[in-house]
Structure formats: structure tokens, C-alpha cells
């Protein structure tokens, strides 16, 4: 996602290296994730962390001092854009040859951006049907090409080879496709603080993403025990689910995902599993990253699940390009 000549003017020279780091700058944090593989492909964390940085001044250090002691220079680095950095548009694009898209799509979104056409990075994706005739839905990513130099200079100043710049929900794909043997593809329901994101993800193709309004904010006053509270939380959760999963089989033929994963953060919450479990058409289990990779020992899978986004990037492979154009 989003390659346009930015990358070249901070991207250097990387060391051959299996680690793979991702750092994802959002306005109060900086947070970083280092995976490595093994011949086989099988992906160990190495380390996640987060730091509070209060302004663009302090990334840059804050960015130092997570990374001190991984041996993280030169090494390739995916940076993952907060979700407050770029838009995601779907758009009706003609058939044009590939080199002239971008600058189509650039023309479609000129109205829903708040910043000069010509200032914007994009890149397009398109989701084709699983099954049936109809045309591929296409997605432009757009980011202003001042922010994106803003988050790329902290990379570079700390020795990072930036490859990549992706966005929250293509890391969320990586994650979904660590469960190999859900061989109907899985959902996954990441609830934050104060919001929820949703992405239907199946053979490396992130079929939809969702974000609800509904947070872990929302969730844990009634954690304790007030049920009837906490239901009629869940039931818009439960109601955005199940319109996501009904919109995927009309739109694209998908059947049923084999399972719904959910990764709460802050706290976990046993009643939000039994309840979306309860009234959903999908079996629904805690996200948990026990049987699909190794992550360092004493890790708290709640912990581990603030820093999904930044996990997810550092999960990319080349192969993850699959559906974007």
C-alpha cells in the first residue's frame, strides 16, 4: 500500500535480515513490533512496545528509546498509519491502463479530501467476488504526502529502511491470516478504547472493515456483573456483526466465516465471548495467540492485543500484496 516515490527519498540500504519491524505513530503513542521467521516460514514477536510521545518533536526519540537493545538498524520496516492519517474511499474506476489509476482515482476523491489532490500518496485495492459475475469493488488508500514525510522521517532518523507504508486494516489482514487451518476464512472484532474495528478476511483477501462506535469504554463499567447493561452494549456490536457478514455473502458470495475472533483490550471480559456466541451464526472465540505464533514468555495476550496493528505490519510479507492493484 501506498509506494508512491515517498518511500524512495527515505528508504535505505537494509541489511538480509528474517526481522521484519513495523512502527505505528498515532497522535499519543508510538508503538513498534519486531517478528521474525524461520525457514519455514513460522513467525515468532520478538518484541512489541509502546512509548506516550505528546508531540511529532518526541517520535523520533520516543522511537530510540523502544527500539534500543533489538538490533534493528538497516533492517526493513513497515510504517503503519494511524487511523486519523489517510481515508479509505471506494470508488467506481473505468478500464483504464495501470499507469494512469492513480491518477483517477486521485481525480475521484479531489472532493472528500481536505487538502490538495495533488498533495495526496494513493494507492488502489480491489476486492473481486468470491463467486458469481460481478465486477471487483475498488478502494483508493489516500494520505497526505506531508504527514506521510513526517512519520517516515522518525523511521529514517533511527536507522529503519521503510518498505512499506500500510494502514490498520491490512494489518489486521495479517493477522487473520495466521489461522491457516480456518479454512472458511475468520472475522476479527478488535475492540479499543474507544471505538471497535471488524475486518472479514479469507485466503489473504480482506473482504470488508468496519468500524463500530462502540468501545472497551463502553464495556467495562458493566464488567462486574451488570449483564442487562452490558447486553444492550453488545447488541449493537452483535447488529453490526451480523449486517457485515449478511453484506459479504450478497456482495460477494462469501459464505459464512468459520469463526468470529475478538481481542479485547484493557480487560477481558468473559461475558462479551459467551454473549456474541450466544446470538451469532458463527462460533466465537477470544483472539489468542497460543497456537499460531510465538510470542515472548510471560506476554499477557490483553497487552499484546493494544498492539495488533503494529503486530500485523510487521507480519507483512510480499505476498500480503495480493489484493491491492
Not at 74 to 92: C, F, G, M, S
Not at 253 to 276: D, F, G, K
Amino acid at each position: 500500500m501506498l509506494r508512491e516515490v515517498v518511500l524512495g527519498l527515505f528508504g535505505g540500504k537494509r541489511k538480509v535480515s528474517r526481522l521484519n519491524v513495523a512502527v505505528c505513530q498515532d497522535v499519543t503513542t508510538i508503538t513498534v513490533a519486531g517478528i521474525e521467521r524461520d525457514q519455514n516460514g513460522a513467525a515468532k514477536l520478538q518484541f512489541a512496545k509502546r512509548e506516550l510521545c505528546s508531540s511529532a518533536e518526541e517520535r523520533s526519540q520516543a522511537l530510540g528509546l523502544l527500539l534500543q537493545g533489538e538490533n534493528t538498524q538497516k533492517q526493513k520496516a513497515v510504517a503503519v498509519l494511524p487511523v486519523n492519517a489517510y481515508q479509505l474511499t471506494q470508488v467506481e474506476m473505468a478500464d483504464l491502463p495501470e499507469e494512469e489509476l492513480r491518477d483517477a482515482a486521485r481525480w475521484q476523491i479531489s472532493e472528500r479530501i481536505d487538502y490538495p489532490p495533488d498533495e495526496a500518496v494513493v494507492d488502489l485495492y480491489a476486492v473481486p467476488p468470491f463467486a458469481g459475475e460481478k465486477r471487483p469493488q475498488t478502494y483508493v488508500v489516500s494520505a497526505q504526502e506531508r504527514l506521510l514525510r513526517e512519520r517516515l522521517e522518525a523511521l529514517a532518523a533511527n536507522d529503519l529502511a521503510t518498505e512499506v507504508i500500510d494502514i490498520p486494516e491490512f494489518a489486521l489482514r495479517n493477522v487473520c491470516d495466521l489461522y491457516k487451518d480456518d479454512d472458511r476464512g475468520v472475522a476479527l472484532l478488535l475492540l479499543l478504547e474507544k471505538r471497535g474495528v471488524l475486518v472479514i478476511v479469507r485466503d489473504g483477501v480482506l473482504y470488508l472493515v468496519r468500524w463500530l462506535n462502540t468501545g472497551m469504554e463502553d464495556l467495562t463499567p458493566y464488567a462486574e456483573g451488570n449483564l442487562e447493561a452490558l447486553s444492550e452494549q453488545l447488541d449493537s456490536i452483535v447488529l453490526e456483526i451480523q449486517r457485515s457478514f449478511d453484506y459479504c455473502e450478497s456482495s460477494f458470495h462469501l459464505p459464512l466465516v468459520s469463526r468470529l475472533l475478538v481481542a479485547q483490550t484493557q480487560l477481558e471480559i468473559p461475558a462479551v465471548i459467551n454473549y456474541l456466541n450466544d446470538y451469532l451464526s458463527t462460533k466465537v472465540s477470544a483472539f489468542d495467540f497460543a497456537d499460531i505464533m510465538t510470542v515472548p514468555e510471560g506476554s499477557e495476550q490483553v497487552e499484546l492485543n493494544q498492539y495488533l496493528f503494529a503486530i500485523g505490519g510487521a507480519l507483512r510479507q510480499e505476498n500480503n500484496d495480493a489484493s491491492a492493484n
